[in-house]
């Protein structure tokens, strides 16, 4: 660690910090019981850990509390922005763009499994999954070096179910989403099974999960205009399969294989009005064929999995896993994909007369191995070590689907980082937690030629290799049971999104190997804070700044859309305030608050003088919620979150408006039989009408995209187990 940095770290302890905890404050799905902080496990952060000594906000939301919330927003992102401070709001579309996580990139994961793709960001991210089949997320706010390639902002790992603990099952789910007024088209259906089954040392979980979407209204009954170009989760099909085959080999080794495929998929049938941005008039939506292949997500999933909790006297796992991942993009007729060869027009003066469709395409695919291995009082007593190595080889490519051209060439991507992680009692109150990780990687980009919008640029390929040694270290302090305090440094790596780079180039003469744009972005994060935990009273806080000498952002320089890669020095800090008192084992209140900052150095003269943007940072947040049981099997949950308003200042936000905040009211209640879970959810409550935070501050030369957000949205839901 270099002096200069151990030198900033105690300038951090003044303000309060937030400790980590094995359940969200915020959770008002969780069970009416006294919360404690028991040793857990935690993957996302390698290794089995007491939660009160991990000097990072680590947050676990349970199936319970996450079936709640998506019945009430309708979408997983929509779900996390809800339950997670500092997590920015939804667009409720097929796309992710500009939600972002503590002001910068969350690194996703399904059980394990990357699905962030830095090269080439499509933005789909959290669209690879049924959300149904999801058993519990686990969050680490903020950057951490354990993880490596892309978890600047924080890691949002989904764990699905697994048969290996349960019992033997049939379950069947269904449900129904209608809007306000029960509009015909406005219905959305679900219909699922799955098979749960454990003989002796064998088990096997399959599923199958279908959605059939049509289109969402607005408070004023109006439909909500579809995004032809990203993908809509309106008038959409997805199906999901799922095979989980596991044998325990011994008392203490198990292997287990994994297989999933899931389609998302638009049909195509519906046509985006635009609205009027002067005048207030949202964009919506009128029947009629797109043109083009409709937009889809696919992704097929492997991964084979071995654990030994004995060997050489620690717990071993070792994970193989295989992506392949598609996203088609709809047609559209804009000026980058035109070119006279494929027969675009222009007259005498350079103005375009005739222009054609295509569609961008990315492609996928990527493997790799994560290795562990974690030992309690090894060398010393009082020592715990977790060892590991990761490998990612990643191939990403971007074409246009409708004349096969090449929009970004292939890039060929190489990741070794070997870690250590060890955890030190110094005493019997304070406890030390350090690590180190190295990053090795190599991009290999064959020559290639840019679209003729660009310039039919020739660029020259290469190799970029780079490492970096990413350091943690962090204490956390027990000040007396049940309040602990904690400190911690941790160093994030990630890549710009070097596709976006690649195919912008419009200059000739230029090299991969020269482009500095596609240096990686490290972060150097620091966090401070304290948890408490009572019998009835849960209070945290924490205060976190994450800075980067050469980071990344990205601008919407045209005001169209089409986002360029900024290269500046970045930084964003900001709070974050949780709380729950629970009443008896009936009643439970709480709610969090979150307020963040960030600035760029947009003239770049080592100053901060602008704001971040919009698709950078997100909203302050206030959030509160109120939880009731009754008799053990019928709860209701009542929340509600305020985005508070937002301006944006400075160069590097010359055609930014402000947002103007909103807040989102939620209802569900749950009756649980013998063998069935009946539930009935509504989304925006009090009917709210705005305008979302993506419409109102990005992508502003474009009237297509001024969405409204939905308006109240009812579902019900049954399930039931054999």
Do not use: C
């Amino acid at each position: 660690m270099k002096t200069a940095v151990l030198a900033m770290i105690p300038a951090l302890l003044a303000p309060v910090a937030y400790a980590a905890d094995t359940q969200l404050p915020a959770d008002a799905s969780a069970p009416a019981e006294k919360v404690t902080l028991d040793r857990v496990t935690i993957s996302a952060v390698r290794g089995e850990r007491d939660v009160a000594t991990i000097p990072h906000m680590v947050t676990v939301i349970e199936r319970e509390t996450l079936q709640a919330t998506l019945g009430a927003s309708g979408d997983l992102t929509s779900a996390l922005s809800r339950l997670l401070p500092s997590f920015a709001p939804s667009r409720q579309k097929m796309t992710g763009s500009s939600e972002s996580f503590r002001g910068r990139s969350p690194l996703i994961l399904v059980d394990g499994i990357p699905q962030t793709n830095p090269l080439r960001d499509g933005s789909r991210d959290g669209f690879t999954i049924d959300p149904s089949l999801i058993e519990r997320i686990e969050v680490v706010h903020g950057a951490n070096a354990s993880m490596g390639l892309g978890a600047t902002g924080g890691i949002i790992n989904f764990i699905t179910r697994s048969a290996a603990d349960g019992d033997n099952e049939i379950r069947l789910n269904t449900a129904l989403t209608s809007s306000n007024d029960f509009d015909g088209d406005g219905f959305e259906y679900r219909l699922g099974g799955s098979l749960q089954r454990k003989q002796g040392a064998y088990d096997v979980l399959a599923s199958a999960q279908y959605q059939n979407s049509g289109l969402y209204y607005d408070a004023n009954g109006d439909k909500i205009a579809v995004n032809e170009t990203h993908g809509d989760l309106m008038d959409s099909e997805s199906l999901d399969l799922l095979l989980k085959l596991g044998m325990d080999l011994s008392a203490t080794r198990r292997v287990e294989l994994m297989l999933n495929r899931y389609d998302l998929e638009n049909s195509g049938d519906y046509r985006n009005i635009p609205g009027d941005r002067d005048q207030g008039i949202a964009a919506t939506t009128e029947k009629g064929k797109q043109v083009g292949d409709p937009n889809r997500n696919k992704a097929t999933a492997a991964a084979l999995s071995y654990s030994d909790r004995d060997l050489a006297g620690g717990n071993f796992s070792g994970k193989f896993y295989y992506l392949d991942r598609t996203s088609l993009y709809g047609a559209t007729q804009t000026k980058t994909f035109q070119d006279p060869a494929y027969g675009s027009q222009y007259d005498g003066s350079g103005a375009l007369t005739q222009s054609i469709y295509d569609q961008s395409q990315i492609e996928v695919q990527r493997s790799g191995v994560r290795l562990s291995w974690n030992r309690d009082d090894f060398l010393l007593n009082e020592l715990d070590w977790v060892l590991g190595f990761d490998w990612v080889r990643d191939e990403s490519k971007q074409t246009l689907a409708m004349t096969g051209r090449t929009w970004v060439p292939e890039m060929k991507f190489d990741n070794y980082a070997p870690f250590a992680q060890l955890d030190y009692a110094l005493t019997d109150r304070l406890q030390l937690t350090s690590g180190a990780r190295y990053e090795t990687a190599k991009l290999q980009v064959d020559d290639f030629t840019t679209l003729y919008n660009y310039g039919s640029r020739d660029v020259a390929g290469g190799d970029d290799e780079f490492s970096e040694l990413l350091t943690n270290l962090g204490f956390t302090y027990r000040i007396s049971d049940g309040l602990n305090a904690y400190i911690s440094y941790s160093e994030g790596f990630n890549m710009p999104d070097v596709g976006l780079v690649l195919r912008g180039i419009n200059t000739d003469g230029q090299d991969v190997d020269d482009l500095v744009r596609i240096k990686p972005i490290i972060t150097d994060n620091y966090e401070t804070g304290f948890n408490y935990q009572g019998e009835a009273l849960s209070l945290k806080a924490s205060y976190f700044r994450s800075t980067s000498a050469f980071g990344s952002r990205l601008a919407d320089t045209n005001g169209d859309g089409s986002y360029e890669v900024i290269r500046e020095k970045t930084r964003t800090h900001g709070y974050e305030l949780q709380t729950a008192y629970l009443f008896g084992y009936d009643l439970e209140i709480g709610g969090y608050y979150s307020k963040l900052f960030g600035r760029v150095d947009s003239d770049k003269n080592g100053s901060l003088d602008s704001d971040l943007g919009a698709a950078n940072i997100s909203p302050d947040k206030l959030s509160a919620y109120a939880r009731y049981e009754l008799n053990g099997r019928t709860s209701a949950r009542l929340a509600s979150t305020y985005y508070f308003d937002r301006s944006f200042h400075g160069q590097a936000n010359a055609n930014a408006e402000s947002f103007a905040g909103y807040a989102l009211v939620d209802m569900s209640v749950s009756y649980r039989g013998n063998n069935s879970t009946t539930s009935l959810s509504l989304g925006n409550l009090l009917n709210r009408d705005y305008f979302d935070y993506y419409a109102q501050t990005s992508d502003l030369g474009n009237t297509a995209r001024y969405y409204k957000g939905r308006g109240r949205s009812l579902m019900l839901a049954y399930e039931h187990s054999f």
